[in-house]
């Protein structure tokens, strides 16, 4: 699976964590993303153009029960922009 961070990017707005939880429901603009590290609920838009290769990654991860490093729009966002 290819991720979508670019290499050498870290910052303020990158976060690994363990995903706890996922919400998708049909006819939502958001697929809701609950980690362990975290009490904050986190949207990752199905209008990002990486979409599904994200969902994919974090599913992985999930059945894994692995980190997966992830990017927020803001560095105190909870809107997910990338996963790597």
Do not use: W
């Not at 690994?16 to 958001?30: D, I, K, N, S």
């Amino acid at each position: 699976m290819k991720p979508t961070l670019p290499a050498g990017t870290e910052g303020r707005r990158d976060r690994e964590m363990t995903v706890a939880h996922l919400r998708e429901q049909a006819g939502e603009e958001f697929v809701m993303v609950v980690f362990l590290e975290s009490a904050r609920f986190y949207r990752l838009s199905r209008r990002n153009p990486d979409f599904q290769p994200i969902l994919d990654r974090i599913h992985a991860a999930l059945a894994r029960g692995e980190r997966v490093r992830i990017r927020v729009a803001a560095p105190d966002g909870d809107l997910i922009e990338a996963a790597g």
